[in-house]
Nanobody, 117 residues
Framework: QVQLVESGGGLVQAGGSLGLSCAASGSIFRFNAMGWFRQAPGKQRELVAAITSGGSTKYADSVKGRFSISRDNAKKSVYLQMDSLKPEDTAVYYC???????????WGQGTQVTVSS
């Protein structure tokens, strides 16, 4: 069973940037899709960004143009670069892996991102 461990969360002012990393304990070649989700207090978990093994990406409308997802199979890692952060980006961010961008099977424990106004 592959485990996912997120890092890079923290506190940042609005307009700032943060980079999240997700390291897998095993190969991520088996996962066609890697992604980042987030869950704010009182809200449902939502897909923020996803990337397939072929390099195709998809983003939530709320983060398009501000966030960028990438993956490095050799390093067994996926990354989320977040720029121009807004207070509404505050949430726990989760790394996920799956077979498609709608079928997620493996989750990390999450990392808190807090954006102050």
């Amino acid at each position: 069973q592959v485990q996912l461990v997120e890092s890079g969360g923290g506190l940042v002012q609005a307009g700032g940037s943060l980079g999240l990393s997700c390291a897998a304990s095993g190969s991520i070649f088996r996962f066609n899709a890697m992604g980042w989700f987030r869950q704010a207090p009182g809200k449902q978990r939502e897909l923020v960004a996803a990337i397939t093994s072929g390099g195709s990406t998809k983003y939530a409308d709320s983060v398009k143009g501000r966030f960028s997802i990438s993956r490095d199979n050799a390093k067994k890692s996926v990354y989320l670069q977040m720029d121009s952060l807004k207070p509404e980006d505050t949430a726990v961010y989760y790394c996920a892996a799956g077979q498609t961008t709608t079928w997620w099977t493996t989750w990390g424990q999450g990392t808190q991102v807090t954006v102050s106004s």
